[in-house]
């Protein structure tokens, strides 16, 4: 009995894997050979409408003024763009930093501090983002540093009136920092160049990332505004939008740089928080989902579903191997014979290395050939996700939830100190 | 050799075969070939002048280091090293180079009005800082004029042209890679192009085409069965046919195709998952956009970007934009009816093509 048990427990672990490994080499043969779908890109010249820029920024006195540097220099017209930082109650300088530009730019930047209130950037979006109007909210972080054309490219596809939010493509340019920052360089080429944009080609669903971005003022509207209760608004976002019948568009030429983490343990809250924000997310989203709401084709639902639960595979893994090493040891054989063999070697092969491949492909697309000789490093970023998500989803799953406010769980910052220059980012921003 | 010495020694090659794929990886960590960011900022296509205004300044700072006592009509090299010859008009001996078979492999300043006799191949850039009208079946590489610019009929441009005045374009040319205008480009039938900018963009034959008698509008409601609001839009399952003369208001998004009658007249933007196509003397005040094709009849005016993801007809007498209120159309393949002005930015990824003119 316990045997079966364990037999269909396995069973079903691998379908889940295969399914997402099967996804994994579609959406990389989809960039190899497929069509590239950027429909928008190309929406040079329009009418532009008003736009409000937000940047929610707790302690951000490192990085908040290049940001705000970068956004004053961009090519939309300056009486149509209203830049909003979202002062959510830091006690450094960033209160006196984002003033003295409001000072110095009166009308062209807006401050909106928060003394109080739940914390955290879904909170701040959630108290900010009402009292602004504007066609489109864009929302960064306080560490990226936008390039001069990059709004108006982000407000291109919300000429098309079923657009609810749109992402641009995030890439690291503290890359040589460390091992780890190079090997973040080759994950976010990868979920990017190759999973957002084959979501895009195959119209399903891309996700709205929280930054590099922004949201219909409208539609966030009509789906009750940003939620303060969870830890990933940005994906709760895109699944509100999709189910209530927004198109949520990726573009991969909308391109942003930003700091990724230079050390493991903030790399580790960072996945840690990723999961529980995703997961919550699956929690409130996959059945509505699963309903299949008529205007959402199946493979668009499916490949939702798959997007939701993809920070629930690695515990899944984890609880895989488990299972099979107890069945072994149990004398369980499940599979016998040459083609479970030959299954299991393709596997072997293909199936346990289907994100590198992707990861590789996404370096051939960029041209960066050099750095895809880390590749088999990458091994060692997957086992502290694996471990990471698994954590989080099990403290999730079985700890208590705090009960005080959300506060901001920051990813540290490293320009201006130990990390590159503002000035360098600066500069490759107008190169 | 010991029994332990052996099994360390297997022990070791057996590691240093499992290390070897690392070796690579191992490399670039402890001696990085490849760690600048990725170069991501300034690929910004909208921006169609952006070669010629390279070139203008890559022509500026190679003139300004000539020796000082070069004459303004020379033949010569820049200091960079490439050939050219500088002066109002080309000698007779360059031009009988340009009209042979190769073609003449010289960077060509002209500081005077200029008239070509046509047949010529120019390999390298070429500037007028005068009027200039090149003659029929002219290659050009690249050409920058300060002022207008005509392009005999049968002309190729094989990467881009600029003028600062209005650029004429004959019939039968081929406009490879971009051309704009900081004013009008005119273009004559059976024109192909892949990138066209400027404050108006005409297709040449408009001035004979007759105007249409004024709608009599007829509001119109979708029916409630087919339609819903989402936001602020209204979204509709299945194809839509939008009657003659009606006049619908707000944004409209059609699951299937759709078809605004002629005379018709959409308050808001429009995009369909399927063909959108434009009945005669129809208008959209805002974006009209579609999964697939967008067709549209005579005299056609729309007010916002035009996309689509397959191909874009329009017929003759169609207007999108307006002078103040520039807009852009894109399309993998895009055809030009007579008469048609675009004020703003054309892209065909796949190419575009200008209708042929009557008779």
Known sequence: MIAALLVGTLATIVAVILTYTIRHYTFTINRLVGHHRQPYVDIGVADWPEVTVLVPAHNEERVIGGMLDALLDQDYPADRLTIVPINDRSTDATATIVDAYAERHPGRIVPHHRTNGVGGKAAALRDAAPRFGGLVHLVFDADYLPGRGLVRQLVAPFLDPEVGAVMGRVVPHNISRSLLTRLLDLERSGGYQVDQQARMNLRLVPQYGGTVGGVRRTAVEAVGGWSDDTLAEDTDMTYRLLLAGWEVVYQNRSECYEEVPENWPTRIRQIMRWTQGHNQALWRHWWPLFKRPGHLRRGLVFDGLLLLGVFAVGPLLLLGWGVAIALFFMGVIPLHGFLALLGITAYGTLGNFAAFFEVATAARLDGTFGRIRLLPFLAFGFLVSLMSVSRATLAQLFLPRPRQPREWDKTERYRGGNGSSPADGAKRVQR | ?359
């Open chain 2, 1 to 359: 050799m010991t029994e332990t010495v052996a099994f360390l020694l297997v022990l070791a090659a057996t590691a240093a075969w499992l290390l070897l794929p690392l070796l690579p990886a191992v490399t670039e960590l402890l001696r990085p070939t490849d760690i600048t960011p990725l170069q991501v900022v300034g690929r910004d296509a909208a921006n169609v002048a952006l070669f010629a205004q390279g070139f203008r300044a890559y022509l500026h700072r190679q003139l300004e280091f000539l020796p000082t006592d070069t004459p303004v009509e020379s033949i010569g090299t820049l200091p960079d090293r490439t050939p050219y010859v500088r002066g109002p008009r080309l000698p007779e001996s360059l031009l009988e180079e340009a009209r042979r078979e190769r073609g003449l492999d010289r960077l060509v300043v002209l500081t005077g009005p200029a008239t070509l006799a046509g047949g010529e191949t120019f390999l390298r850039e070429r500037y007028a800082s005068r009027g200039f009208a090149g003659g029929p079946r002219t290659i050009y590489r690249a050409v920058l004029g300060d002022v207008g610019l005509t392009l005999g009929p049968g002309t190729v441009v094989l990467r881009w042209v600029h003028a600062r005045g209005d650029l004429l374009v004959g019939d039968d040319s081929v406009l490879a890679g971009r051309a704009s205008s900081d004013q009008v480009i005119r273009l004559g039938g059976q024109v192909h192009f892949d990138r066209l900018a400027a404050e108006r963009i005409v297709v040449a034959g408009g001035a004979s085409l007759p105007d249409l008698p004024a709608p009599t509008p007829q509001p119109f409601v979708i029916p409630a069965g087919i339609a819903r609001q989402i936001g602020d839009h209204t979204r509709v399952t299945g194809d839509l046919l939008v009657p003659r003369d009606s006049v619908l208001n707000g944004d409209l998004v059609v699951s299937g195709s759709v078809t605004i009658g002629p005379g018709a007249h959409l308050v808001g933007s429009l995009k369909a998952h399927g063909e959108i196509h434009l009945g005669e003397g129809a208008k959209v005040d805002g974006s009209v956009i579609s999964r697939t094709n967008i067709r549209s009849e005579f005299r056609v005016t729309i007010g916002g970007p035009v996309v689509a993801e397959e191909e874009i007809r329009l017929g003759s007498g169609n207007t999108v934009g307006q002078q103040h209120r520039p807009s852009s159309l894109a399309a993998p393949r895009i055809e030009l009816g007579i008469g048609t002005i675009v004020h703003g930015l054309i892209t065909a990824t796949e190419g575009g093509t200008t209708a042929a003119l009557p008779e």
